[in-house]
C-alpha cells in the first residue's frame, strides 16, 4: 500500500484521541474551510459560526483584508523580535490602538504593552499595578473569568473547574460578587450589594491601602454574559479614586466592537487605569496587550517584563487590518443594530418558553438563562441540549455561567440580517425540541 499518508490525512478518530482531554470539547467537527460567518467540514457540511472562535474572529473567518496583511507581512518578515528591532506594523500598532483608549482623561498620554494571549495580557495588567502602587491586593468579581496561568487563574472564579487542585494561587486576591441583576433582584439591588460586599471586604478582610487594583470584565463573559448595571463601573471608578486603586477592565471578550462600542467600558462614563484586550484584537492570531497611561506603563523598567513573541510583526499586521475593518465596515455600529434585532426577535420567540430565564444581551454578545420555574434553579442539561439542537440544525453556539445555565451567542460582527434570522429560528425551534 501507498505510505499511509491518506490514512493519517482522514483517520478522524484516531487523529483525534492524539489530543489530550485537557482539551474539553464542543464539537468533534473537523474543518475543511472557514469564511466569513460560516465553517465548512471535511464531511461537506456547512455551520453558521455564532461561537466566534470564542469571541475572537469578529470580522469573521478570513476576512480578505486581514488575509492580506498577513500574507503581505509574512513575506517581508515573520519574526522580528521586540528586544531586538522595530518592525513597521508594530510601531504603527503602538500608535494607533492608544488612539482607541476608552473614555479617556484629558492631558493624559497613553501606550500600549502587546503580549501573545489574554492570561498573558492579565499578567501584564497585574505586574502593572502591582509595581505602580507598590500594593500587592487584588478585588475581583464572583463569576469572573481572567485566564488560566497562575497569576490569572488567581483572579479567576467563573467554575472552580479551573482552580481545582492547582492551589496555592496568588496570594492577595479578595472576591465581591459581580452585579447580576437576575439572580441578585434586579439592577439596583445587584449594584448595592456588590458595593456593600466591597466595603465588607476592607472592614473585615483587606484594607484599601493594600488593594492594587480592581480587576473586572465590563459585561461578565465565561460567568455568564451578565450585563451589569449602568453605575457598575463609575462606582468602582469611585472607591478606587478614594483610595488609589487602580480600575483595570478586562476588555478580553466585550471588546473589539463585541458589544456596539469599541470597547464595553465606553457604554459607562467611566475612564479605567489599564485596559486588557485581547481575542478580537487581531482577527484570530495570537496577540494581546495592555492600554495604560504612560505615566503608569513607564514604570515597569526595561526587562522586567516581556517575551519572546509579544508583538509579533504578523500578528500585528493582522491587527492593523482588523482596526482597518472595523472602521470603514462601521462594525460596531453594526454590532448595535444586528444585537438589537437579534435580542428582540429571540425574546419573542423564547416567550413561550417558562425554562427561558432571562434573554439578555448588548451589542452581538447575548445569552440565554436556563432556570426553573423560580427562575433560579439553573438548568444546565436544556442549555447543554438547546446546543445539541442547534448544532443538528447547523448552528454553533457555546455555553457559559459557572453551571453552564446560559448558552452564548456570539456571532462575528459581519454577520448578516439574514443570518441573524436564520439563528433565531434555529434558536427558536430548537427551544421547541428541547421542552425548555
Ligand atoms: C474576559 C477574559 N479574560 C481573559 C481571558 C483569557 O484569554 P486567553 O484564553 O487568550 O488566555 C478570556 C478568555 O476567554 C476572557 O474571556
Known amino acids: ?19 489530550p482531554p485537557v482539551w474539553a470539547r464542543y464539537t468533534d467537527l473537523v474543518v475543511e474551510r472557514a469564511s466569513g460567518s460560516w465553517i465548512e467540514t471535511t464531511d461537506g ?9 470564542i469571541g ?63 492570561a498573558e495580557a492579565v499578567e501584564a495588567a497585574m505586574k502593572l499595578a502591582k509595581r505602580a502602587t507598590r500594593r500587592t491586593s487584588f478585588i475581583c468579581f464572583r463569576g469572573g473569568f481572567h485566564g488560566r496561568t497562575h497569576g490569572a487563574m488567581s483572579l479567576t472564579s467563573s ?13 492577595g486576591v479578595h472576591f465581591a460578587p459581580y452585579p447580576y441583576p437576575l439572580r441578585m433582584g434586579g439592577a439596583d439591588a445587584a449594584l448595592d450589594a456588590t458595593m456593600a460586599a466591597i466595603d465588607e471586604l476592607f472592614a473585615t478582610v483587606v484594607a484599601p491601602d493594600d488593594v492594587a487594583a480592581f480587576v473586572v470584565e465590563p459585561v461578565l ?8 448595571p449602568d453605575g457598575f463601573l463609575p462606582a468602582l471608578r469611585e472607591v478606587a479614586d478614594r483610595h488609589g486603586i487602580l480600575l483595570a477592565v478586562d476588555e478580553v471578550q466585550s471588546g473589539y ?8 467600558t465606553e457604554w459607562t462614563d467611566a475612564s479605567p487605569d489599564i485596559v486588557i484586550m485581547a481575542k478580537g484584537i487581531a482577527s484570530g492570531l495570537p496577540l494581546s496587550g495592555i492600554l495604560a497611561p504612560r505615566s503608569l506603563l513607564d514604570q515597569l523598567a526595561p526587562g522586567s517584563h516581556g517575551g519572546t513573541y509579544g508583538g509579533n510583526a504578523v500578528a500585528c499586521a493582522a491587527a492593523l487590518a482588523t482596526l482597518d475593518v472595523i472602521d470603514e465596515e462601521r462594525l460596531a455600529e453594526r454590532a448595535h443594530r444586528l444585537g438589537e434585532r437579534m435580542l428582540s426577535s429571540l425574546r419573542e420567540r423564547a416567550a413561550d418558553h417558562r425554562s427561558v430565564a432571562e434573554v439578555r444581551g448588548r451589542g452581538l454578545m447575548l445569552a440565554l438563562e436556563f432556570a426553573d420555574g423560580d427562575r433560579l434553579t439553573p438548568r444546565p442539561d436544556l442549555a447543554r441540549a438547546l446546543l445539541a439542537e442547534a448544532m443538528a440544525r447547523n448552528v454553533l453556539l ?13 456571532p462575528p460582527l459581519v454577520t448578516t440580517d439574514d443570518e441573524v434570522d436564520l439563528a ?10 428541547i421542552g425548555a
Open 1 to 19: 500500500m501507498d505510505h499511509h499518508a491518506t490514512d493519517v490525512l482522514t483517520d478522524w478518530d484516531t487523529l483525534r484521541a492524539g489530543i
Open 45 to 53: 457540511e456547512r455551520y453558521l459560526d455564532y461561537t466566534c472562535g
Open 257 to 264: 466592537a463585541r458589544t456596539g462600542r469599541f470597547f464595553a
Open 398 to 410: 457555546l455555553s457559559c455561567g459557572t453551571h453552564g445555565q446560559a448558552v452564548r451567542i456570539i
Open 221 to 228: 463573559g465565561e460567568g455568564g454574559y451578565v450585563i451589569p
Open 56 to 118: 475572537v474572529t469578529n470580522t469573521g473567518h478570513a476576512h480578505p483584508r486581514v488575509v492580506a496583511a498577513i500574507v503581505e507581512q509574512a513575506r517581508q518578515g515573520i519574526h522580528l523580535q521586540q528586544n531586538i528591532v522595530y518592525h513597521q506594523p508594530g510601531l504603527e500598532l503602538h500608535r494607533r490602538l492608544p488612539e482607541r483608549y476608552p473614555n479617556p482623561r484629558a492631558d493624559t498620554a497613553y501606550g500600549l504593552f502587546l503580549s501573545n494571549s489574554g
Open 159 to 171: 467554575s472552580v473547574k479551573y482552580r481545582a487542585h492547582f492551589e496555592p494561587l496568588v496570594g
Open 424 to 433: 433565531v429560528a434555529v434558536i427558536g425551534d430548537s427551544l421547541a425540541a
